[in-house]
């Protein structure tokens, strides 16, 4: 492991009795606490108060604290100085935010997770389907941006099923070519790379602090004050303005103005926490260790008769630690269901909220497994041994899967 995850030693209870120590590879749909995220939580837990709203001692720490989590968010992002920071409830939050300030069309790629498609398309579809190569995918998002113009072009850092990345500086100099702004969906990407804004030329950007190794409720879009400036709030309430009489509103401006309602400070502390952290740690090495590990993962899969691999771009030279694949014969729900109930292994299993891509892919389902801080090549030598007795033995088991488990 490169870092100290919550849950690290966790026992689970096995279908054949005893237990076995918990392997995650559910890192991409959340991630663990790491410890300094979990010390800085218990830090807070105690005399939180209100933000913005109190004079009393618990209130202005409280407030500070907030505050202060703002700028650590932008100095992780190397955000411009025109660049603000809105703390959202998630990335889907963030993007359903930006989408209610976009001046125009958003033109948007088939490959999408739903939280950066939904929000676009509903208000009229621009999406370019995705080439079997990155450079003729590219080209026909040229094609699109070009035969109309773009306000925004709406773009996953990596993407939530199989980890590739895509080119994310040439895309935004190309959007901006064209007169487009350039959003990049980091829920996937900033766990595991750095994001510098100011050098990549991205505009806008959003990620979940669940995915960054912080407890669940905060996340966060960064990026150009104007259209946030002007934008109806995206909530209305308090904290959004700056007066109000019984008939005229004059709102707040950004990031206050989409900030309304007492806001989550141990939420968005915890995102702080874990951006501090992360930029401590070498981002070789961070790379290094993913890439070490899911080469170790493919590679022993790679063995097992019928075992298949998700790829979107022939040509991709570059993935997070995601490893998304089918087994032949085998229904991905049930190999997912008896990998946890006889080997406490924890995978992702369906359509990874990325319908479209699965349809494209032609696969109706998969398996998922993603790396991080705290994976180990212990837990990728489990899960090897574990598909492949699986596929030796033949379907013995009859695992249905989990009742009420509901899998978009
Ligand atoms: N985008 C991508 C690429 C994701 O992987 C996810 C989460 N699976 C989201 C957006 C949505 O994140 P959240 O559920 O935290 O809003």
Redesign the pocket.
Known sequence: TLARVSGYDLQVPLVQGGTATYANFDY??SAPALEQVTNRVQELLPFYASVHRGAGYASRVSTDCYEAARNTVARFLNAADDQCVVFT?????S?NLLASCVPGDTVVLDT??H??FLPWVRNGRRVVRAADTIEETIQRLVAELCAKPAALLAI?G???VTGELLPIERLAWIAHQCGTRILV?A??LAPHRRIDLQASGIDYVAF?G??LYAPFGA?VLVGRRDWLDTAQPYLAGGGAVREVSATETEWAPAPQRHEAGSPNVLGVAALAAACDALAALDETTVTEHELYLSHRLRYGLKTIPGVNFLRIWRDSTDAVGIVAFTIDGFEPGRVAAYLSAEHGIGVRDGR??AHPLLAALGVDGALRASLGLGSTAADVDRLIDAVSALVENGPRWNYARTEGHWNP
């Open positions: 991409a749909a409830r998630n990335t889907t939050d993007l999408e997770h939280a950066n996953t990596a993407s939530n969906d829920a996937q979940s669940h995915k996340g990874f909220c």
